[in-house]
T-cell receptor, first 112, second 110 residues
Framework: NAGVTQTPKFQVLKTGQSMTLQCAQD?????MYWYRQDPGMGLRLIYY???????DKGEVPNGYNVSRLNKREFSLRLESAAPSQTSVYFC???????????FGNGTRLTVT | SQELEQSPQSLIVQEGKNLTINCTSS?????LYWYKQKYGEGLIFLMM?????EEKSHEKITAKLDEKKQQSSLHITASQPSHAGIYLC??????????FGTGTSLTVIP
């Protein structure tokens, strides 16, 4: 019973490189979310997908793109990484409108 | 801008003491959620409050939501080292947007 799985766990990029953070859930949940966590800032919403086939911007979408590949998978892409994108990224999923979010264990990304 | 404000930002208490963490929203929430994060790990769901005036308890943790659904408090009774971590409140807004507060870092000294 994996829940929400994020890969990779750690990543180091050079400025300008691109990469995709993967997120998969096996709970058959409808909605999926991407957050970044920085010291003193709490969790900030990057993008979310209320249901398969839809995606919407959150608070801090600039520099990111997302794909809801199917109901299970929601990926986050950095086209041209910048040092300001150094952060811990969390993916989450929830089943219905007012149910709680279930989180993955995070991806720690460093951009040099 | 942060839609949910938490206070205090950090808290250091002696084991056995009670403590309260507050979460304030500038807008009415459709739901208020409390999470705990151990350092370096993911978030664990604690409790969900949906109705104005609602109160829930689990073991030594009690959460309340005010009548206007804009303020919540999380109270820990007789704190233990296992309570240490970061506590975050999350709020559900329209359009399925789920926002979090800035977090409160709790240290419990044995």
């Amino acid at each position: 019973n994996a829940g929400v799985t994020q890969t990779p766990k750690f990543q180091v990029l050079k400025t300008g490189q691109s990469m995709t953070l993967q997120c998969a859930q096996d709970m058959n949940h409808n909605s999926m979310y991407w957050y970044r966590q920085d010291p003193g800032m709490g969790l900030r919403l990057i993008y979310y997908s209320a249901s398969e086939g839809t995606t919407d911007k959150g608070e801090v979408p600039n520099g990111y793109n997302v794909s809801r590949l199917n109901k299970r998978e929601f990926s986050l892409r950095l086209e041209s990484a910048a040092p300001s994108q150094t952060s811990v990224y969390f993916c989450a999923a929830k089943s219905s409108y007012n149910s709680p979010l279930h989180f993955g264990n995070g991806t720690r990304l460093t951009v040099t | 801008s942060q839609e949910l404000e938490q206070s205090p930002q950090s808290l250091i208490v002696q084991e056995g003491k009670n403590l309260t963490i507050n979460c304030t929203s500038s807008k009415t929430l459709y739901g208020l959620y409390w999470y705990k994060q151990k350092y370096g790990e993911g978030l664990i769901f604690l409790m969900m409050l949906q109705k104005g005036g609602e109160e829930k308890s689990h073991e030594k943790i009690t959460a309340k939501l005010d009548e206007k659904k804009q303020q919540s408090s999380l109270h820990i009774t007789a704190s233990q080292p296992s309570h240490a971590g970061i506590y975050l409140c999350g709020g559900l807004r329209t359009g399925n947007q789920f926002y979090f507060g800035t977090g409160t870092s709790l240290t419990v000294i044995p």
